[in-house]
């Protein structure tokens, strides 16, 4: 530190300078308070700044710099005169903080006087969920803490891509949108430049629930590095700061991308002593300057799926991939790596595989060298508990159900819907393969008309006079060929074979007794690649098939395809059910017992 003439005291650049906002408007007013008192435990700082401001349910802003604690010193001389402390004061000031740190006097984790010593109150009406707010906020604390390196957090209620940001219970309420708060990262990264250095966040925490979205990550690319959050729901108490802290304070001088995954580690650790009380949680890196490789191959998938869906087998595909995939917030997200996993296995189409598998490689690459690679958008992601242990770091909007107001809001205020037309790949799933209104076959049965219901028209005119059925009568010019018994006729179109080829024009071929005819349209096999056209593979003793659905295989990923791999000794067939294995996935939607207490993306 150097004594300039004019009476300042200089010091030079921090290496960290750590913004906390936290938005405690509403039910998370006390963890707040309490994450604040964990900064203070960590004590003297040396080398970075921490500042943290706090809205609260009580009422009132107020903002806590944990540089009090030694007294205020003046940094490169910019405050005004009336601002700046006396020489002697500051240097006083300056004896008296390393007297205590050599003595390593800890008096900073005190209770009952927090707020009278160190709160400040922050002037004006604005909630914590404001732009202007929050880059004040930013804008004072670099002021007064100018560093190497900035970590903003941002701690509160989140609800995802189709939610919203700080929500407040308070008045007045308020929240942040994706957008909104991509605006205020904006006018913060104008600031820097205002100041001369082209330069953005070092790393963007967001101690929130499902905000490591690719919709979240899209909307911040180029206005911070390092992007910290959660794809599932964080506890209430948010982030451990204590431990986070404590890596600052043996090494201040960390890289932004080793703190960023030493953030993660840490809490991480801190939470897995909690998954006795049931207790699951993740937490990601994602590299936001990798954001391009990605995004154009998820533009890819979202024109490939919306293109091939249409399809049967490729539907059906898709739904179980859907539903196996690792899942938050109600359903409403999806681990998309899981997903495009889970998919690319399927093997149900080269075209869908391929891109599955660049999406899946450009979020990261387990167990390969390339996951070191400096194009990988997810650089570190860890889990603990059972809930969340198919997490590979990136989620994204993926419902079962169409809310159109949710959709509307998703595809008309996120740059990412519009530039990867994911939102209308969403909107296709969802119609196509939800179920058709009851009473909606009937309708089908009206001659040339076009069938409205709700927001689907289906037109299922029958061109030609001798394939249309008018009151369970055949039209036909050949009496032969009338369907007399009503049973035996088709009633729904989807069943009818349109094809010629398809058709049996052999009698001989044909079904004639009804007991052995498939009644079940869900035990019929649609895909011609999975029927036995060799007679001598088809099973001819009844004894010998699967009679109960539970026992058959459903994917394709389980069957056994090498003849050599398969049982053909009855003898070492399994014939008691108790002794059989159980599945290491469930059937249902419920998450399968975590046999590992907790894992990091590098050795999934």
Request: proline share 5%; aromatic share 10%; with cysteine.
């Amino acid at each position: 530190m150097e004594n300039k003439p004019n009476g300042f005291v200089e010091e030079e650049l921090r290496d960290w300078t750590v913004m906390v906002y936290l938005g405690g408007d509403n039910n998370l007013s006390d963890e707040c308070l309490w994450s604040i008192k964990e900064m203070y435990r960590v004590g003297l700082t040396k080398g970075y700044a921490v500042v943290a401001q706090y809205d609260s349910i009580a009422g009132g802003i107020f903002r806590y710099d944990l540089d009090d604690i030694r007294g205020p010193v003046q940094v490169r001389g910019k405050y005004s005169q009336k601002e700046q402390c006396s020489q002697k004061e500051q240097y006083s000031q300056k004896e008296q903080y390393d007297q205590e740190e050599r003595t390593q006097k800890r008096r900073f984790d005190i209770d009952g006087s927090l707020n009278d010593k160190h709160a400040r109150a922050i002037n004006g009406n604005d909630a914590s969920a404001s732009i202007t707010a929050l880059t004040a906020f930013v804008r004072d604390s670099v002021k007064k803490h100018p560093a190497k390196h900035y970590m903003l957090v941002l701690s509160g209620h989140a609800g995802g891509a189709v939610g919203n940001f700080l929500l407040s219970d308070g008045f007045p309420p308020g929240n942040f949108s994706i957008r909104e708060l991509a605006v205020a990262l904006v006018r913060i990264r104008e600031f820097f430049r205002d100041r001369d250095r082209d330069e953005k966040l070092d790393i963007l925490g967001l101690d929130a629930c499902a905000m490591s979205m690719a919709e979240v990550g899209y909307e911040f690319k180029g206005l911070a590095t390092y992007m910290v959050g959660a794809e599932g729901f964080e506890p209430a108490t948010g982030w451990p700061y204590h431990r986070l802290l404590e890596e600052l304070q043996s090494d201040s001088s960390i890289e932004p991308e080793a703190f960023a995954k030493k953030i993660v580690e840490r809490y991480i650790d801190y939470y897995a002593d909690y998954s006795v009380a049931g207790r699951s949680t993740d937490q990601t890196v994602c590299n936001l300057d990798n954001y391009e490789r990605l995004f154009r191959a998820i533009r890819k998938l979202a024109a490939v799926l919306s293109e091939k869906i249409e399809e049967q087998r490729v539907m059906d595909a898709i739904i179980m991939a859907h539903w196996r995939a690792q899942s938050y917030k109600f359903e409403e997200y999806v681990d998309l790596w899981d997903f495009c996993d889970l998919l690319a296995r399927s093997d149900v189409d080269d075209v869908v595989t391929m891109a599955c598998e660049s999406v899946r490689d450009a979020i990261y690459t387990p167990g390969n060298a390339k996951f070191k690679s400096r194009n990988n958008y997810v650089i570190k992601s860890c889990f603990t508990g059972p809930q969340f242990q198919y997490s590979r770091g990136l989620s994204i909007y993926f419902p079962w159900v169409l809310d159109a107001g949710a959709l509307r809001q998703y595809q008309r205020r996120l740059f990412f819907s519009k530039d990867t037309h994911w939102g209308d790949f969403i909107e296709k799933y969802v119609i196509l393969t939800r179920r058709r209104p009851r009473g909606f076959d009937a309708l089908l049965r009206q001659r040339g008309r076009v069938v409205r219901v709700g927001n689907v028209i289906a037109d299922h005119r029958i061109s030609n006079p001798l394939d249309r059925l008018s009151d369970f009568e055949a039209i036909s010019s050949f009496d032969e060929h009338r369907i007399t018994n009503p049973d035996d006729r088709i009633s729904n179109p989807d069943d009818r074979i349109s094809n010629p080829d398809d058709r049996i024009s052999n009698p001989d071929d044909r079904i004639s007794n009804p007991d052995d005819r498939i009644s079940n349209p869900d035990d019929r096999i649609s895909n011609p690649d999975d029927r036995i056209s060799n007679p001598d593979d088809r099973i001819s003793n009844p004894d010998d098939r699967i009679s109960n659905p539970d026992d058959r295989i459903f994917h394709s990923i389980d069957r056994i395809t090498s003849p050599k791999d398969r049982i053909t000794s009855p003898k070492d067939r399994i014939s008691n059910p108790k002794d059989r294995g159980e599945l290491f996935e469930a059937r249902v939607k419920n998450p399968p017992i975590a046999f590992i207490r907790h894992r990091c993306s590098e050795d999934s």
